[in-house]
């Protein structure tokens, strides 16, 4: 080894080290911040549970089973549902709303927009105790839209030509590879009626407007929290202290204990909501979005 090399060993042999063992030292550095990060609060049983829904809904199963959890521990008193999603795919939406509902039926549930709370996401939220909003977030959109493109010109100019067997008139509508027709946008349309009516119906059930207003509330409209308020969608327009505090009124909890969210699960879940948005636009569907 060169005199250099002797002076220099200190600063290179550990880079050296990390270099050959990366994933070790990530894994360890990881496991060494949560450990340094912990605290004897940890030690007691929560009372209070926070479920978020963020990012576009392309999926319930993560947070249907944080529902599932919440509402099979004893020790859990009360849930909030924390929001800020501009809504997303039809079923998912569906799902999380009607599990909010039944968890409802067990606990109370207070639903907090902390930004957007709007179409598949206010959706979710409807059956809630009491829907509080952040002073800046925006509410509603209740609407739905399918969408897709009509590529015809494109395939087209670059020499490929479609080809179709089928049977059933209608098997073919939403095609991007041709117009649609006046027919197949009757069909699409009377699709996304029946589901708007679906939505329209619930959010009057849960929150207690009268559906011949639906054009006050609904309609695709677009509110702040304060507009939200007059027109019946949401209870109060507070800060997510003031909703933490009403959950805890309403849970009748003396001393609260909120749960905490594992550091590794939120970390993953920002990675999994980035990837589902990038999927998500470019895909086509039917969308409370």
């Known amino acids: 080894m060169s005199l250099i090399s002797k002076i220099f060993y200190p600063i290179t042999a550990p880079i050296k080290f990390i270099q050959n063992n990366f994933k070790t030292v990530l894994f360890l550095t990881i496991v060494f911040y949560f450990i340094s990060n912990s605290d004897t609060k940890s030690l007691q049983k929560p009372n209070l549970a926070i479920i978020n829904l963020s ?17 099979q521990d004893t020790h859990i008193k009360g849930v ?12 998912p939406s569906v799902e999380i709303a009607y599990a909010i509902k039944e968890l409802n039926q067990i606990k109370p549930v207070v639903a907090y927009a902390s ?6 996401s206010y959706y979710a939220s409807i059956w809630a105790n009491k829907i509080i909003a952040n002073p800046g ?3 509603g959109s209740i609407g739905v839209i399918m969408q897709s493109v009509d590529a015809s010109e494109l ?36 699709v996304i009626k029946s589901t708007y009516d679906m939505f329209v119906k619930d959010v009057a059930d849960a929150r207690g407007l009268k559906i011949k207003n639906k054009d006050d509330f609904a309609n695709a409209h677009i509110f702040t929290s304060i507009q939200a308020k007059n027109v019946g969608l949401v209870d ?24 905490k969210e594992d550091k590794f699960d939120k970390i993953m879940e920002k990675i999994i909501q980035g990837t589902i948005l990038n999927i998500s636009n470019s895909l086509n569907g039917l969308m409370a979005y």
């Open 155 to 190: 395939l087209n100019k670059i020499g490929v030509k479609p080809q179709t067997v089928k049977i059933g008139l209608y098997k073919e509508a939403g095609t991007p590879t041709r117009q649609w027709s006046k027919a197949e946008k009757q069909e699409l349309q009377k």
């Open 236 to 259: 109060k327009v507070a800060t997510i202290s003031d909703a933490k505090m009403e959950l805890i009124n309403i849970s009748g909890v003396k001393k609260p204990i909120w749960q």
């Open 137 to 139: 977030s925006m509410i």
């Open 55 to 71: 990012g576009a809904i392309m999926s319930a199963d993560d947070v249907l089973e944080k529902i599932d959890k919440a509402k």
């Open 115 to 120: 930004g957007i709370m709007a179409s598949g």
């Open 80 to 91: 909030l549902f924390k929001v800020n999603s501009p809504g997303g795919s039809v079923p």
